[in-house]
C-alpha cells in the first residue's frame, strides 16, 4: 500500500504571510496532483505534475514535484483569506494492467486570518 | 471543462432504509468511476472502483453488500446505502477520469447523508 504523508495537517496564518505544505512518500508516483476542497463542495484539482523536479506556478501558488518523484510540495506566497480551504495532494501509481488508483494525502486545511 | 454532477447533494433518511445516489459525466464517457467517503476535516477514503459493464472493485474493509454500486452506461454510475444506519452518515463524493489513465481526476459535489 502506497502512503502519503502530508504535513502540515492544520494551519492557521494571517493574510500576508507565506505557507508551505509538503507530501512525501516512500514510494515513486507517476504524477501527483494538488486539490483544494471548500467544506460542502467536491475538490477542484489545481495542478498536475509529472515530470521530476518540476516547478509549476498558478498566480501566488508554486507547486514543485521532487526529483525522485516521491515527494511534493505546495508554497502560498503573501496568503489571502480566499486561499482557505482543505488542500489534498494525491498520487497517481500503476495499479495494474492499464489502470492508475490514487493514493490521496491525509489534508491540510489551511485558514488564512484577515 | 469536464463536469461531474452528482445527485441529491444532500439527503436525511430513516434507520434501515436504503438511499441511492447517483454520479453522472455530463460532457464525457467516464468507463471508470470512483466513490470515495469523507468524514468532517479529513482526506477522501476511496470506498470503490466502479467499472462499466463490470463488477465494482471494493478496497479492504468496504462492504460490497453494504455499498451496492452499478455502472449500467457509460455517463452513470450509482451507489446505494441499503439498510442505511446512523454511522454510514457521511460526505459521499464520486470522480471520473477524463482521458488517458494517469490524468486527473474530476470530482462531483458530494452528496451529505444524514441517517436519523
Known amino acids: 500500500t502506497q502512503l502519503l504523508e502530508q504535513s502540515p495537517q492544520f494551519l492557521s496564518i494571517q493574510e500576508g504571510e507565506n505557507l508551505t505544505v509538503y507530501c512525501n512518500s516512500s514510494s515513486v508516483f507517476s504524477s501527483l496532483q494538488w486539490y483544494r476542497q471548500e467544506p460542502g463542495e467536491g475538490p477542484v484539482l489545481l495542478v498536475t505534475?509529472?515530470?521530476?523536479?518540476e516547478v509549476k506556478k498558478l498566480k501566488r501558488l508554486t507547486f514543485q514535484f521532487g526529483d525522485a518523484r516521491k515527494d511534493s510540495s505546495l508554497h502560498i506566497t503573501a496568503a489571502q483569506p480566499g486561499d482557505t480551504g482543505l488542500y489534498l495532494c494525491a498520487g497517481a501509481a500503476n495499479s495494474g494492467g492499464s489502470n492508475y488508483k490514487l493514493t490521496f494525502g491525509k489534508g491540510t486545511l489551511l485558514t488564512v486570518n484577515p | 471543462g469536464a463536469v461531474v454532477s452528482q445527485h441529491p447533494s444532500r439527503v436525511i433518511c430513516k434507520s434501515g432504509t436504503s438511499v441511492k445516489i447517483e454520479c453522472r459525466s455530463l460532457d464525457f464517457q467516464a468507463t471508470t468511476m470512483f466513490w470515495y467517503r469523507q468524514f468532517p476535516k479529513q482526506s477522501l477514503m476511496l470506498m470503490a472502483t466502479?467499472?462499466?459493464?463490470?463488477?465494482?472493485?471494493?478496497e479492504q474493509g468496504v462492504e460490497k453488500d453494504k455499498f451496492l454500486i452499478n455502472h449500467a452506461s457509460l455517463t452513470l454510475s450509482t451507489l446505494t446505502v441499503t439498510s442505511a444506519h446512523p454511522e454510514d452518515s457521511s460526505f459521499y463524493i464520486c470522480s471520473a477520469r477524463v482521458g488517458s489513465t494517469n490524468s486527473p481526476l474530476h470530482f462531483g459535489n458530494g452528496t451529505r447523508l444524514t441517517v436519523t
Open positions: 466502479s467499472n462499466e459493464g463490470s463488477k465494482a472493485t471494493y
Open positions: 505534475v509529472v515530470t521530476g523536479g
